[in-house]
């Protein structure tokens, strides 16, 4: 599976960003897929997750009520939708790809990850 993240871009605090994840494979709806993101200096960090047919979603505490991830498995597409967008948010967003359980997103689980988009938010 190749995963490609794109959408990403310059936007004020309180904004909106849609991020989307192509992915190649015929067999993407076998994989719970997941965004991470990585601020300058920082960690890379779990964002949300979702599970393989999209009924279950997950995700950090800090995104909840502001974040909404959601998957299209017959086109082969993840997304993440980013309303009020805080500076704080601003950070390179990966998708990845696992055959773990969507609630475990441990990193060194995923199998497959995506190139960043870069997300930055101005004040």
């Known amino acids: 599976v190749q995963l490609q993240a794109s959408g990403g871009g310059l936007v004020q605090a309180g904004g909106s960003l849609r991020l989307s994840c192509a992915a190649s494979?015929?067999?993407?709806?076998?994989?719970?897929m997941g965004w991470f993101r990585q601020a300058p200096g920082e960690e890379r960090e779990f964002v949300a997750s979702?599970?393989?047919?999209?009924?279950?979603?997950y995700y950090v505490d800090f995104v909840k009520g502001r974040f909404t991830i959601s998957r299209d498995n017959a086109n082969n597409m993840v997304y993440l939708q980013m309303n009020s967008l805080k500076p704080e948010d601003t950070a390179v967003y990966y998708c990845?790809?696992?055959?773990?359980?969507?609630?475990?997103?441990?990193?060194?689980?995923?199998?497959?990850w995506g190139k960043g988009t870069q997300v930055t938010v101005s004040s």
């Open positions: 990845a790809a696992t055959t773990t359980d969507p609630r475990w997103m441990v990193q060194t689980l995923m199998d497959y």
């Open positions: 494979g015929r067999t993407f709806s076998s994989y719970a």
């Open positions: 979702i599970s393989r047919n999209g009924g279950n979603a």
